[in-house]
């Protein structure tokens, strides 16, 4: 499956973005699918993700209330809505997705064997 990320943007703090990614090449529905970000300096980190299929979500806790991850199977097409947006969720922000993933791993990015590009996301304060 192949993966393309986009939406990014500068907002200032307290502001709300949606970044959106498109899987193409495959099922859409068999993959779940996550966010992870990573800031300049620092790892890579797992920030929400949906399971295939079905509806559970997972959160980060530095973005839960703030965050919501959904899907549109239909549109091939996760999301991930950010609202009150602060200076330290500035970061590239990348969709990942795997068939086969369990629950346990879903915070791994180890675990998700395709990537998209990333799209940048800075916060002002």
């Known amino acids: 499956v192949q993966l393309q990320a986009f939406g990014g943007g500068l907002v200032q703090a307290g502001g709300s973005l949606r970044v959106s990614c498109v899987a193409s090449?495959?099922?859409?529905?068999?993959?779940?699918m996550a966010w992870f970000r990573q800031a300049p300096g620092k790892e890579r980190e797992f920030v929400a993700a949906?399971?295939?299929?079905?509806?559970?979500?997972y959160y980060a806790d530095s973005v839960k209330g703030r965050f919501t991850i959904s899907r549109d199977n239909a549109k091939n097409t996760v999301y991930l809505q950010m609202n009150t947006l602060k200076p330290e969720d500035t970061a590239v922000y990348y969709c990942?997705?795997?068939?086969?993933?369990?629950?346990?791993?879903?915070?791994?990015?180890?675990?998700?064997?395709?990537w998209g590009q990333g799209t940048q996301v800075t916060v002002s304060s």
């Open positions: 090449g495959s099922t859409f529905r068999d993959y779940s």
């Open positions: 990942a997705a795997d068939s086969g993933i369990i629950t346990s791993q879903i915070r791994n990015k180890a675990a998700y064997d395709y």
């Open positions: 949906i399971k295939r299929y079905g509806s559970s979500t």
